[in-house]
């Protein structure tokens, strides 16, 4: 396995996740266990597969619970952060990479990947490739959906007029993103392709960061930074990395939000095993 050393791994592991109460009143989100293991500790686990060493861990409601279970991981480089005040996933970010706010460079690239959804080696390689190969600066994880209730929980992005969306899998070309809404109204919905909370980024989206205001829900979003990035000429790139088309109804086998999601993602991760089993 080749540790690719020159990129960390991000996990924003802070919120309450008020939605999955009232179990998240016990535990949060990231400890949450899929196929008998916490989920970020699949996610850790994952991209120690894909090769990567380095991992940022924001962490804030029940941070002890978290800290624990992150302190029996082993080979691996580990920093935790805290986030006091939830104010949204653009402001966790700038406080992991306010250590990185002296460098010139932008050499440093970051995935970045929430504590709710769970992707293996090929997906988070799939992405890199896509990244090495186009020289973006930022790659988005896409799925695709006709269903237009995912918009109420997913970015969505605008596919660039010219792009052949028959490589929307291909880690050559990928899909070039011109624009992004988060959590659009159904009238703002700009295509099929809806943004997943797993990221790459080099360090140019540090200042972009800082221009993100509070949105109307409240929060400092990461989708705005993208906005800002595309708006300033940044080179944005997405690639779907869910195979089949996603519906409001399976999409909680990839991203948890509510109780029943839990179920979905065991469902997947049975389904998994079994493939595996007769391979």
Do not use: W
Request: hydrophobic share 40%; with cysteine.
């Amino acid at each position: 396995m080749k540790l690719r050393n020159n990129a960390y791994v991000i996990i924003l592991a802070a919120g309450k996740a008020t939605r999955l109460r009232p179990l998240s009143d016990q535990i949060p989100k990231p400890l949450i266990k899929i196929n008998g293991i916490p989920m970020i500790t699949h996610i850790v686990s994952n991209f120690k597969q894909a090769g990567y060493s380095k991992f940022i861990i924001l962490v804030g409601y029940k941070q002890e619970l978290i800290r624990a279970e992150l302190l029996k991981i082993q080979d691996i480089e580990l920093q935790i952060i805290e986030q006091v005040k939830q104010v949204g996933s653009a402001d966790a970010l700038m406080l992991c990479l306010n250590q990185f706010s002296d460098f010139k460079s932008s050499v440093l690239k970051f995935f970045v990947t929430a504590a709710d959804i769970i992707f293996f080696k090929k997906e988070i390689n799939l992405m890199y490739s896509l990244y090495c190969n186009s020289k973006a600066d930022i790659i988005l994880s896409l799925m695709k959906s006709k269903d237009k209730d995912i918009a109420l929980g997913h970015g969505n992005v605008k596919v660039f007029k010219n792009s052949d969306l028959i490589q929307d899998s291909d880690s050559n070309r990928g899909l070039d993103i011109v624009d992004i809404v988060e959590k659009p109204r159904r009238d703002q919905i700009l295509s099929d392709y809806y943004s997943l909370p797993l990221y790459i980024f080099n360090q140019t989206i540090i200042k972009n960061l800082k221009g993100v205001d509070i949105s109307i829900r409240g929060e400092k979003e990461i989708q705005e930074a993208i906005k800002i990035s595309i708006q300033n000429g940044y080179r944005v790139k997405g690639i779907k990395i869910i195979d089949s088309d996603v519906t409001s109804e399976n999409v909680g086998r990839y991203h948890i939000t509510f109780l029943s999601d839990i179920e979905k993602m065991n469902e997947r991760f049975r389904e998994l095993k079994e493939k595996r089993k007769f391979k």
